[in-house]
C-alpha cells in the first residue's frame, strides 16, 4: 500500500514551458487535492476534487489546471510557467469529509521555475 | 490579517519540557480544527483533531476556544523525535476548504 505518490520529485522549469504534475492514491479516496507550501507561508489549496470526472477551484486556481480521469489519479497543469509559481507541491487524498476526517499527503514535488 | 496565525517559533525546548503552542483564526464561522506535524522537507501529518471539549491523546493536549477563536496545543515530556513544525489547520465552511497556519517550528535538545 503505497498510500499517495507523486510524480516527479523535483523540476526545473524555463519561464513559459508547461508541464503536468501527477499524483497517484491507491486508497480508493473519493477526494484529491492540490496544495502549494511556499515559505512563511501555511498550504494553500490550488484545485480539488470530489470525485472522478469532477473539479473544482481552491483558494489560489490562477495559473492552473487540473483534471481526475481516473479516481486513482489526479494531474496538476502548469500551461505556461512562471517563477511566482516556484513552490513545493503537495497532493493528498481523502475517503470522505465527515468525521473523523483527514487528509493523506503525498511526499511533494519541489518546482523551481527560472 | 492572514486567516490562521500561529507564532513561528522557533521554540527550542530541552527533553522533558512542556511546551505550548497557540494558533489564533480570524472567521468565526469556522467549523473545524486539527493539528498536523511536518517535519522538514517532509510531507504534512494528521497529530489531531481538536474537539470543543478538549481533548488528549498520550502527551499532546488540544485546547479550542471559540469564544476567542484560538486553538493551543500543549506537548508534555517533550522528547527529541517531538522536534517539529506544528501546523494549526482551521476549515472554514467544509473539509474541502482547509487553511493552514505557517507553522510553529519546535527543537527539543538532549
Known amino acids: 500500500n503505497a498510500g499517495v505518490t507523486q510524480t516527479p520529485k523535483f523540476r526545473v522549469l524555463k519561464t513559459g514551458q508547461s508541464m503536468t504534475l501527477l499524483c497517484a492514491q491507491d486508497m480508493n479516496h473519493e477526494y484529491m487535492y492540490w496544495y502549494r507550501q511556499d515559505p512563511g507561508m501555511g498550504l494553500r489549496l490550488i484545485h480539488y476534487s470530489v470525485g472522478e470526472g469532477t473539479t473544482a477551484k481552491g483558494e489560489v486556481p490562477d495559473g492552473y489546471n487540473v483534471s481526475r480521469l481516473k479516481k486513482q489519479n489526479f494531474l496538476l497543469g502548469l500551461e505556461s510557467a512562471a517563477p511566482s509559481q516556484t513552490s513545493v507541491y503537495f497532493c493528498?487524498?481523502?475517503?470522505?469529509?465527515?468525521?473523523?476526517?483527514?487528509?493523506?499527503f503525498g511526499p511533494g514535488t519541489r518546482l523551481t521555475v527560472t | 490579517r492572514k486567516e490562521v496565525e500561529q507564532d513561528p517559533g522557533p521554540f527550542n525546548v530541552p527533553e522533558g519540557a512542556t511546551v505550548a503552542f497557540n494558533c489564533t483564526y480570524s472567521?468565526?464561522?469556522?467549523?473545524?480544527f486539527f493539528w498536523y506535524r511536518q517535519d522538514c522537507r517532509k510531507e504534512p501529518k494528521l497529530l489531531m483533531s481538536v474537539y470543543s471539549s478538549g481533548n488528549e491523546d498520550g502527551r499532546f493536549t488540544a485546547q479550542l476556544n471559540r469564544a476567542s477563536q484560538y486553538i493551543s496545543l500543549l506537548i508534555r515530556d517533550s522528547k527529541l523525535s517531538d522536534s517539529a513544525t506544528y501546523l494549526c489547520?482551521?476549515?472554514?465552511?467544509?473539509?474541502?476548504?482547509?487553511?493552514f497556519g505557517a507553522g510553529t517550528r519546535l527543537t527539543v535538545k538532549p
Open positions: 493528498a487524498s481523502s475517503y470522505r469529509t465527515d468525521d473523523p476526517y483527514e487528509q493523506y
Open positions: 489547520v482551521v476549515t472554514l465552511y467544509n473539509n474541502n476548504d482547509m487553511r
Open positions: 472567521n468565526s464561522a469556522s467549523q473545524s
